[in-house]
């Protein structure tokens, strides 16, 4: 909200002068979006047919505690300004940190030989890297980032790693890509309840989770193989990168090879 203005939530409850038939017309209403949102203030509510993650399973993620621990993993969406770069540690399918940086690090304009070169200090991203694995105790070879983009200048610096390349072939041939099977697992374990957010999370960085979540939509015709929808479409639906839900999803790499 602008300086000097603050949203006040109110439900429906909250309406000391309403009509009690009209809380109950909307206990039993089948909408399940208007119910979502005129009964429980869920106006982030979605529901379409082409969500491949319930609203309810979403909010499942805050809750699941009985989630069992496990192997510990790092995955990561690279970036450097503009959009956001996110790393997240793993216990298990247990996210136990999430960090999310803005402009982590800012190309600067030197001159090199009399000509000005464009440099990009990569450090700052790196020693997160090296700040959480020695935290947590991950191994390089449980850790993956995206290697397209900006990702594929980090290459060196962290050897051992999985560079992941999301548009080449996917494990299976149903799906358009390996990005497209990499969500559709992630939409597979969020549904099945066996996923748990087991850390802090700020009001600005859960709410662009869960509409992040959201705009996870199939995009296929019949026959086709399976898509999701494109990057630049999600975007245009929130504003910005689905930075959160790329790094979420990268972890499923290793539910789909390792089996963990």
């Not at 770069?85 to 999310?100: A, M, N, P, T, Y």
């Not at 890297?129 to 995206?146: A, M, T």
Request: aromatic fraction near 10%.
């Amino acid at each position: 909200m602008p300086d000097g203005i603050v949203f006040i939530p109110a439900l429906v409850q909250d309406n000391p002068f309403i009509d009690p038939s009209y809380i109950e017309n909307l206990e039993n209403i089948s909408d399940k979006v208007k119910k979502q949102r005129l009964l429980y203030g869920n106006f982030d509510y979605d529901d379409s047919d082409d969500a491949l993650i319930t609203f309810d399973k979403i909010n499942d993620l805050f809750y699941n505690t009985f989630v069992e621990p496990g192997e510990m993993f790092i995955s990561s969406d690279i970036a450097i300004t503009n959009d956001s770069f996110v790393v997240i540690v793993w216990d298990g399918l247990r996210i136990k940190e999430l960090v999310s940086l803005k402009n982590a690090s800012k190309p600067v304009e030197t001159m090199v030989n009399g000509v000005t070169t464009t440099i990009v200090d990569y450090t700052p991203l790196i020693n997160e890297f090296e700040r959480l694995s020695v935290k947590w105790k991950v191994p390089r070879s449980n850790i993956v980032f995206d290697a397209d983009g900006i990702g594929k200048n980090v290459k060196e610096y962290l050897s051992g790693a999985v560079p992941l390349h999301t548009g080449i072939k996917a494990i299976h041939p149903e799906y358009f890509n390996l990005k497209a099977e990499l969500f559709y697992k992630l939409a597979e374990v969020i549904n099945s309840n066996k996923m748990f957010i087991d850390c802090y999370l700020s009001p600005e960085i859960k709410e662009r989770l869960i509409s992040e979540l959201q705009t996870i939509k199939r995009k296929s015709d019949v026959g086709e193989k399976l898509k999701i929808l494109p990057k630049a479409d999600v975007k245009k639906l929130i504003g910005h990168s689905p930075d959160i839900t790329d790094a979420i999803a990268y972890r499923m790499l290793f539910v789909l090879t390792r089996y963990k």
